[in-house]
């Protein structure tokens, strides 16, 4: 009888890719406008994600008053 | 001005490794070093292989080991699969005439108050040309899309 040994393996190794981004040196208003909305989506969205740090939660309302104050 | 960020290989070491990930402690922090740090992306790994006491800048509003990046974050992943790490900007450096005149990259790292346990994060390409706080406010924003992501 010959036994037949299944095996499995991965086609393609799957990979972990950490992209960093390029900082900006004092940047304009408008840049510093985007920065902080795109935090401010982050920061929302790590606290409904359960992180519950209060320090979280004082930087949203920092973020809020910053982007009305580079609205302005 | 744009300017490129680098992952020190080692941190990508400790990222790769859970264990090692959870054992990271420290303040996020954001220093500005000067033209005499030649950052090996290979082999750096602590805080003390900047030789900081040479070779970090220093004036007057700038507090010997940078400025913290409060909160950082992992968020996503989103509906493509993009993880972000993403922080707070640091405080800026403000104007003084006794400033520092001559920084030249900026360096992410953990601060746990021991440089030989400070782990880097990422170094900047240099800046092209001296920069400070002497002539006006400096500042060092992080991108919109975060310090670094990890993509599907």
Redesign the interface.
């Known amino acids: 009888m010959v036994w037949w040994n299944p095996r499995t393996w991965f086609s393609k190794t799957p990979e972990?890719?950490?992209?960093?981004?390029?900082?900006?040196?004092?940047?304009d208003q408008s840049?510093?406008l985007?920065?902080a909305?795109?935090?401010y989506e982050?920061?929302k969205?790590?606290i409904r994600?359960g992180?519950k740090?209060k320090?979280?939660v004082r930087?949203r309302q920092k973020l809020e008053y910053l982007i009305e104050a580079l609205k302005k | 001005m744009a300017t490129t960020l680098n992952l020190y290989d080692q941190w990508r070491d400790t990222v790769a490794d859970p264990a090692r990930a959870a054992a990271v402690a420290g303040t996020l922090k954001c220093a500005i070093f000067k033209a005499t740090y030649t950052p090996d992306q290979n082999l750096h790994d602590f805080y003390d292989d900047l030789v900081a006491a040479s070779n970090e800048v220093t004036g007057t509003n700038y507090t010997a080991g940078g400025n913290a990046c409060a909160s950082p974050t992992w968020t996503g992943p989103d509906g493509a699969g993009l993880l972000t790490f993403d922080a707070s900007d640091p405080a800026t450096w403000l104007q003084s005439g006794t400033g520092f005149a001559n920084g030249r990259r900026a360096i992410f790292y953990y601060d746990t108050g021991v440089s030989t346990t400070s782990r880097l994060v990422a170094f900047t390409a240099d800046f092209g040309a001296d920069s400070g706080n002497v002539a006006g406010d400096f500042s060092v924003a992080i991108n919109a899309a975060g310090i670094y992501t990890s993509p599907r």
């Open positions: 972990v890719r950490l992209v960093a981004m390029p900082v900006d040196l004092n940047p840049r510093q985007g920065r909305m795109m935090r982050r920061v969205a790590a994600k992180d740090r320090e979280l930087e």
